[in-house]
């Protein structure tokens, strides 16, 4: 059995600098048509000059492929003219709560203070991608935040709000009450719980932000994805870290699945008889969302067990050493 899929896009993507860049972007670029690439590297990509230095080095680091990297600018109080200039090199605006995740540090400090940079972006047809948890306890985060996201979405109605890589039910609800709501899912968190991070030995290569929740959370998600859900998009969130990172005393968030994420879809999917619906997950929900057109890229993938590698230039993937039932077409 083969899969022809037509220029899939990850919506949500790592891809870092220097030597990490050089390592991951081609993984990307190779089987996807294009990314948004977050801004958080140190320092955060919240000028108009990093920005473009940014994009330049993502282009060169992905040179030989089709791949549009869609960048994003760091969240802080922008002004309008600072806006203006940048919308036409940015797909949006990441927002962090500081101190959130990883290199989050000088994300928003006080939510208040945000509505006239969002009052702007909504004006200019910005859209705002969030990273949407509170600093409760780990396992509420998600859904504590689910009350701003209410909060942002009505006052901000002209607004395209992207909840970022949502891992809860209770997010999954407002996807249909709030019609300028929109959603990344990982495929991790479409594979796994809470239970597979530290149910049994600890798996620091599925150790991300937001933590994977609860059964019916993860079966929340997959409905929404299998389903293709007009308002999901597919990002992966890999986001890599050396390995002395991940395998330590204080392991970094991150799970890092760009290479294989499209045949673990392909697995998932036809497992649930839903294949039909992986274009839309994958590519069309996004364009469609966004507005953006491509280039045509055909990604072939095929029904032939593969494992996955240990490493990718060091850097350990999710599932490891795992096999899965569909790879790439050679
Ligand atoms: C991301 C990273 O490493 O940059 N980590 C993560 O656990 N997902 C940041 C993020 O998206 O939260
Ligand atoms: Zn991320």
């Known amino acids: 059995m083969n899969l ?3 220029s899939p896009l990850d919506m949500h993507l790592h891809l870092r600098q220097d030597e990490m860049l050089d390592a991951v972007a081609p993984l990307s670029a190779k089987y996807f048509a294009g990314g948004v690439v977050m801004p958080n590297l140190i320092p955060p990509i919240n000028s108009i000059e990093r920005l473009l230095w940014y994009k330049a080095e993502v282009k060169r680091a992905t040179a030989p ?3 549009e990297p869609y960048m994003t600018l760091f969240f802080r109080s922008y ?5 203006e200039e940048a919308r036409r090199n940015i797909i949006g605006v990441k927002l962090y709560p500081s101190g959130i995740t990883t290199n989050s540090e000088g994300g928003v400090q006080d939510l208040s203070l945000i509505e006239p940079t969002l009052s702007m972006m909504q004006e200019l047809d910005i859209p705002l991608l969030v990273h949407g948890e509170t600093n409760g306890f780990v396992m509420d ?6 009350r701003i996201y209410q909060l942002l979405a009505s006052k901000f109605p002209g607004l395209r709000i992207v909840m970022e890589h949502i891992t809860t039910r209770d997010a999954v609800v407002l ?4 019609e300028n709501l929109f959603a990344t899912i990982t495929p991790h968190h479409l594979l796994t719980t809470l239970d597979d991070v530290v149910g049994g030995l600890m798996n620091p290569h599925l150790f991300c932000k937001p933590i994977a929740k609860r059964p019916e959370d993860r079966d929340a998600l997959l409905a929404a994805a299998l389903s293709a859900h007009s308002k999901v998009m597919m990002g992966t969130d890999s986001a890599p870290h050396p390995t002395n990172m991940k395998e330590s005393h204080g392991c970094a968030a991150g799970v890092f699945s760009a290479p294989i994420a499209l045949p673990l879809l392909a697995e998932l999917f036809e497992r649930h008889n839903a294949l039909d619906r ?9 364009c469609r969302i966004y507005r953006i057109t491509p280039r045509e890229k055909e990604v072939r993938l095929i029904k032939q067990s593969m494992i996955i590698p240990a490493s990718y230039l060091s850097i350990v993937p999710m599932w490891a050493g795992y096999e899965i039932s569909w790879s790439f077409e050679a």
């Open 65 to 67: 492929y089709v791949f």
């Open 141 to 146: 985060r998600e859904s504590e935040f689910c």
């Open 278 to 286: 992986l274009q839309a997950f994958v590519s069309s929900n996004a």
């Open 175 to 178: 996807l249909d009450r709030y």
């Open 79 to 83: 002004t309008f003219s600072e806006l």
């Open 4 to 6: 022809a899929l037509h």
